[in-house]
């Protein structure tokens, strides 16, 4: 018997994963990479929200703890997966920047909103109203740190393969599943908790964004740019370009409109030469109180969700991974701003 089945293998399966290797606890993952959320991310470490110039829900805590999350991972992996990186905010009118300039004054956002306005002329941009400097931010390599924590933790961790939950057999005190057997079994399937028969009850939503991947050798990759979309560097002139935010398409195709909004906004805002490279979809699991779900199954205490960390997921799921394996092993009680048991009244016996 192992201690611990996972079922899902995008941030939150790998923060949990990562847990468990350091309290030395035995797990294998079923990995579903066409449902990863993770991959499509654009990746960026940003406590704030810009369109309110507020922080967070507890944003100051989860940034600190996810920059010690992916700086240690870096260590023991020996790879490149966290950079400090500036965002620009650029100004679509002087309103935005009044705006700008008193929330910096915020006592809670003085870390990171820069007071100046920056108004000199930038040829590789459109923009002529400025722009302001998020500091204290940063850009995560996710598929980098997916695969280098796969390849360094063995081919038996991981089983490749669709998740059928009708086959999952549970008892008092362990599951089994196929040749498996496990005392928990923890599911991180994001969007697919719809499929997902001991779940789906809660109120719990996927977010479609469709994003375009351009190729533009003469745009800085030394910055993040927000403006009416984020302009976000991948590799060395290779950006990420996006994104639409759709609740009522559930297809999984790419749409003229989604692309025709993408490079109407770009095309507004950069003024260097760039080839679109590809046009893609993702989704994210959100909840209706945009608040995570974690917690043990009202009837089965041993099957336990880890899911809903919507937008902000990198930044959420290294802390978050460690309130659920304390509320597992330690009997520890979530907050109930996180707890699934907001939504207990939710579930049919």
Known sequence: MIDFIIVGYGIAGLSLAYKL????????????????????????????????????????????????????????????????????????????????????????????????????????????NGYGILKNTAKIDPKLMLDTFKSNSGKDKFIVKDFNHSKLKIFDKYVKYDNVTSKFIVFCEGVQIKKNIFFNYLPLTSLKGEFLLIKAPKLSNKHV??????????????FWVGSTFDFNDKSTKITKEGYNFLLSKLNSLISVPYEIIDHKVGFRPVVKDRRPILGRHPKYKNLLLFN??????????????????????????????ISINRFEKLHKN
């Not at 944003?59 to 500036?86: H, Q, R, T």
């Not at 009416?228 to 290779?238: E, F």
């Not at 937008?311 to 701003?337: C, F, V």
């Open 225 to 238: 740019i927000k403006s009416s979309v984020y302009i976000i560097p991948i590799n060395k002139g290779i």
């Open 308 to 337: 809903g960390l919507g937008t902000r997921g990198l930044m959420l799921a290294p802390l978050l991974s460690i309130w659920l394996y304390d509320n597992i092993e330690h009997n520890k009680e979530l907050q109930n701003e």
């Open 21 to 128: 290797i350091k309290e030395k606890k035995d797990f294998v993952i079923f990995d579903l990479p066409r449902t990863n959320s993770t991959y499509q991310s654009g990746a960026v470490l940003n406590p704030t929200i810009l369109k309110r110039y507020t922080l967070s829900w507890k944003g100051l805590e989860f940034m600190k703890f996810a920059k010690e999350f992916y700086l240690e991972f870096e260590k023991k992996y020996n790879v490149k997966v966290y950079d400090n990186i500036l965002i620009h905010k650029y100004f679509s009118n002087k309103q935005e920047q009044n705006y700008w300039i008193e929330a910096s004054g915020f006592k809670s956002l003085e870390n990171y909103l820069d007071h100046k306005i920056i108004t000199k002329y930038n040829n590789q941009f459109l923009l002529k």
